[in-house]
């Protein structure tokens, strides 16, 4: 069946440190690729997407690759700040309809000054 | 503009009473999305409304928990009978259709004595 499976948290950084969070998952088709942000006290919203192989997603300076060959979707930035602590969520669309998202368990990241 | 909302914010209830949760979506979205999410885990998929209908009821965890919606607009969650594994944050999404991003409430926080 579909799934996705990220990183544990929490992640602890300093500011201005390179960031990545793991991002894998198994599907039948050929599903989309999201990464949501839940920041304190908000609701989810939408980070960055990727429809297809190959396609990178960027958003305020993260970025994610939709790779097939590891079924991965990586989240990167290069210079974290304080604002950028909050839960991150990966998730992907069924290849069929895209409606039934199925999400990871989400990743704290915590930045400190 | 107006952006998903949800009602209540927090409901505490006793084991065993039935409760609503009320979802308003974004207008103009014909598509709309009941999740929860326990603590500590990723979002889990409930049920997908297009319009009034409702496509895919694979998620709902039983057949204490129903949904409707009325006028392609308002949908109420229902809980009958609640039990203390019920105990989670339910989030409403809208999107425009099926297959656009989902924009999300900010959930209602659900506690069961």
């Known amino acids: 069946g579909n799934s996705v499976t990220q990183m544990e948290g929490p992640v602890t950084l300093s500011e201005e440190a390179f960031l990545t969070i793991n991002c894998t998952y198994t599907?039948?088709?050929?599903?989309?690729l999201f990464w949501y942000v839940q920041y304190p006290g908000e609701g989810l919203q939408l980070l960055l997407k990727?429809?297809?192989a190959d396609d990178k997603g960027s958003n305020k300076g993260f970025e994610a690759t939709y790779r097939k060959e590891t079924t991965s979707f990586h989240l990167e930035k290069g210079s974290v700040q304080v604002s950028d602590s909050a839960v991150y969520f990966c998730?992907?669309?069924?290849?069929?309809?895209?409606?039934?998202?199925?999400w990871g368990a989400g990743t704290k990241l915590i930045i400190k000054p | 503009g107006a952006g998903v909302s949800q009602s209540p914010s927090n409901k505490v209830t006793e084991k065993g009473k039935d409760v609503e949760l009320r979802c308003d979506p974004i207008s103009g979205h014909t598509a709309l999305y009941w999740y929860r999410q326990s603590l500590g885990q990723g979002l889990e998929f409930l049920i997908y409304f297009q319009g009034n209908s409702a496509p895919d009821k694979s998620g709902l965890p039983s057949d204490r928990f129903s949904a409707e919606r009325t006028g392609g607009s308002v949908s109420t969650l229902t809980i009958q009978r609640t039990q203390q594994e019920d105990s989670a944050v339910y989030l409403c999404?809208?999107?425009?259709?099926?297959?656009?991003?989902?924009?999300f409430g900010p959930g209602t926080r659900l506690t069961v004595t």
């Open positions: 599907a039948t088709g050929y599903p989309s």
């Open positions: 990727a429809t297809k």
């Open positions: 998730a992907l669309g069924r290849g069929d309809s895209n409606y039934q998202l199925i």
């Open positions: 999404a809208s999107s425009f259709s099926q297959g656009h991003e989902q924009y």
